[in-house]
């Protein structure tokens, strides 16, 4: 199978709400929500991947902290590793320039939402916190 690498971004902002954004129909797995982010390029960190995709995508900058989940995910067609690391905006407002939607959500009712089976284990984890 396929394997691939991605880091998503668990941005919050100073009232502890999580940005999650909602997977458009001209991406894979549209409809269900995520952690902005992409897939690592060669040579570069998670961290790079991440102010690189949120940049392209939310149009703004952050800045990464620490390691919140690192799980590996079998999709009918292909095996990713996701590493999500918290986030804050350092610069600009995030826009959906490539999601259907954002949505900033106080992290007790991340659960709400229908998640990418891949980032439950973050979702619980953010929850118990
Ligand atoms: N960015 C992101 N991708 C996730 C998350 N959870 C999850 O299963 N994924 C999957 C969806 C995609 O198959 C892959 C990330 O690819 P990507 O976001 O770089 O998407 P892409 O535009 O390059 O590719 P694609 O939509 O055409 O698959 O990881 C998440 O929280 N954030």
Not at 99 to 125: G, I, N
Request: aromatic letters at 6%; a negative charge; charged letters at 25%.
């Amino acid at each position: 199978m396929k394997a691939i690498t991605v880091a998503g971004a668990v941005i919050r902002n100073n009232e502890q709400m999580v940005l999650c954004a909602l997977r458009s129909g001209n991406m894979t797995m549209p409809g269900l929500w995520e952690f902005p982010g992409g897939k690592l390029e060669a040579g570069e960190a998670p961290e790079e991947t991440l102010v690189r995709e949120i940049r392209e995508e939310l149009g703004c900058a952050i800045d990464v902290g620490e390691l919140i989940e690192d799980v590996v995910h079998d999709y009918p067609s292909v095996r990713i590793r996701l590493l999500t690391y918290w986030a804050i905006v350092v610069e600009g407002k995030p826009c959906a320039n490539e999601h259907e939607q954002l949505l900033w959500l106080p992290s007790e009712r991340l659960h709400e939402l229908e998640w990418a089976p891949a980032d439950l284990p973050t979702v619980v984890h953010i929850q118990r916190m």
